[in-house]
């Protein structure tokens, strides 16, 4: 019935339907309880009605906004995709700054402790991160080529390495490897226990990644390479990989993300890093809001560089797949 009227009358369903999501949306706003204060902030004169009547100011309050995103979206609509993307980033990163600003954060303290923020911590966490990203990657690979021999007792160490690294927390391992190695008569300075942690940690993980990937070509690639007599190293090196990187490229930059985030961890043994310089300039003057707010823009920002430096090797290792 509802199929044949929605047939029928496909200009009535639609806007139906819009009213409806429309309806949903409101109602799902309200339910989220945001104050209507704001509209008292627009207009002034409706103050003390809100006030004295704070559900339908509240109702009111989640209409105005709910119409507003609709008409967003109808004007977004009109515009070319890659206007689009723009304009929704451009509107989401304004909310986000509004939201930061409704914290009441002291500016100037942000701008008298960036400096020191960037010229120390970012130096430090891009050289721990790039300094992982780059053993992990070894490890990675070496770790993949050693789960697809068939020798057992490579393909077991192997195994037992994944199993063990993925299976125990980062934090953990970065314990582990700073208090324990002493107690066997190694003794680890902070920096070097923080990049052997986080190397080994995220290289599990790409060892699966790095293996999904070989995997992935099929086997008659291996054979022709064999019979143009190149050898397993050349095989490997010149056939496998070159076509391998296009499916490991996309998870591994995502695994590479994740490990500039958890370098934070490595503060917990007294690195300063950007978290580590963060927290404790955030306690001199009791702003810490002001200080986690400021490293994480940073955070972001270095991901936003790490992803589009991502695409681009996507792009390149994938110019030969277009379809």
């Known amino acids: 019935m509802i199929g044949r009227l929605v047939l029928t ?22 339910g989220l309880g ?27 309050g989640a209409s105005m906004m ?14 070319p995709r890659h206007l689009q993307v723009v304009g929704v980033w451009l509107e989401l990163f304004a909310l986000l700054m509004l939201f930061f600003y409704s914290f009441d954060l002291s500016f100037a303290f942000i701008a008298k402790k960036i400096g020191f923020l960037v010229s120390q911590g970012v130096v430090t966490t891009l050289y721990i991160s790039v300094i992982s990203i780059a053993v992990a990657t070894i490890i990675a690979l070496a770790g993949a080529i050693a789960k ?55 290289g599990a993980y790409m060892t699966e990644i790095f293996r999904a990937g070989i995997e992935s070509i099929p086997r008659g690639q291996t054979e022709g390479a064999t019979a143009l007599g190149l050898s397993p190293a050349q095989t490997m090196g010149l056939v496998i ?6 499916v490991i490229i996309p998870p591994t930059g995502n695994q590479f993300i994740a490990m500039l985030k958890d370098s934070s ?5 007294g690195v300063w890093e950007l978290m580590y310089l963060a927290r404790t300039q955030g306690q001199t003057e009791f702003r810490h809001i002001e200080m986690l707010i400021t490293a994480s823009m940073i955070y972001w920002l270095l991901s936003v560089c790490l992803e589009y430096l991502q695409s681009r090797i996507e792009a390149r290792f994938g110019r030969f797949d277009v379809r």
């Open 9 to 30: 009358y496909p200009d009535a369903a639609r806007r139906t339907g819009l009213l409806l999501m429309l309806a949903l949306v409101t109602l799902a706003i309200y």
């Open 34 to 60: 945001i104050s209507p204060a704001w509209i008292g902030h627009l207009l002034p004169a409706a103050s003390d009605w809100i006030a004295a009547h704070p559900a339908l100011g509240q109702f009111l």
């Open 66 to 79: 709910a119409l507003t995103a609709a008409l967003n979206w109808k004007a977004l609509r009109q515009l």
């Open 148 to 202: 697809l021999s068939k020798n057992g007792v490579i393909y077991g160490f192997a195994t037992f390495y994944t199993s063990l690294f993925r299976g125990l927390p980062l934090l953990m391992q970065i314990y582990i490897i700073y208090l324990g190695l002493p107690q066997v008569g190694y003794v680890i300075s902070a920096v070097p226990a923080g990049i052997l942690a986080l190397s080994l940690c995220y």
């Open 241 to 246: 990989l070159p076509q391998a990187m296009r």
């Open 265 to 269: 961890l490595v503060s917990v043994v």
